[in-house]
């Protein structure tokens, strides 16, 4: 049972490069989540999709797109990375499902940006 | 706007000592309440959740959480603290369509032998 499963698991990307964070689930779940982590600051959501086809922008979706590709995998781009984007970014599903709801989170991408 | 507040950056604490870390949260309706643990590298794993009932749920590694809906708070506690719960604690709190959840700062506790 994999669960929720991101890839790279590191990344170091040079100011101005582009590059895709993947991520795949296979829960079955309708609602998918891409946070990052910073000291200090906790999860601060980036952007979500509610369900298969929809995505709606988190606090901090500047510099962020997302594409929910199919039920199993929502992914995160970064067009032109800027060193303000180095951080562990965290893939989360969930069933959306009311009071059976709750989040499983994948390992983490740690990105750098130099 | 929902939002969840943990006063606590750090603690330390004593192993075999009883731990409580405190979450406040402001959400319109009766919140969906979480606390998570992160393991240093690691994902964050769910301990606990409440929805609705018993105001005091118990979770995994014996944790356990009290909802007071006048204090607005789900502050967790462990009666005795092991070294391997040194952790970073996040209290979360989901809509009631359970499709977004917000969490605190989190909380990083140490153990000390």
């Known amino acids: 049972n994999a669960g929720v499963t991101q890839t790279p698991k590191f990344q170091v990307l040079k100011t101005g490069q582009s590059m895709t964070l993947q991520c795949a689930q296979d829960m079955n779940h309708n609602s998918m989540y891409w946070y990052r982590q910073d000291p200090g600051m906790g999860l601060r959501l980036i952007y979500y999709?509610?369900?298969?086809?929809?995505?709606d922008k988190g606090e901090v979706p500047n510099g962020y797109n997302v594409s929910r590709l199919n039920k199993r995998e929502f992914s995160l781009r970064l067009e032109s990375a800027a060193p303000s984007q180095t951080s562990v970014y965290f893939c989360a599903s969930a069933s959306g499902q009311g009071a059976d709801t709750e989040a499983f989170f994948g390992q983490g991408t740690r990105l750098t940006v130099v | 706007a929902q939002s969840v507040t943990q006063p606590d950056i750090h603690i330390t604490v004593s192993e075999g000592a009883s731990l409580e870390l405190r979450c406040n949260y402001s959400y319109g309706a009766t919140p969906y309440l979480f606390w998570y643990v992160q393991s240093p590298g690691q994902g964050l794993q769910l301990l606990l959740k409440y929805f609705s009932g018993d105001t005091l749920v118990q979770g995994i590694k014996g944790f356990e959480a009290e909802f007071k809906r006048s204090q607005s708070s789900f502050n967790l506690r462990k009666p005795s603290v092991h070294w391997s719960d040194a952790a970073e604690y996040f209290c979360?709190?989901?809509?009631?369509?359970?499709?977004?959840?917000?969490f605190g700062t989190g909380t990083s506790l140490t153990v000390i032998p």
């Open positions: 979360a709190v989901a809509s009631n369509t359970g499709n977004q959840f917000y």
């Open positions: 999709s509610a369900s298969e086809g929809t995505t």
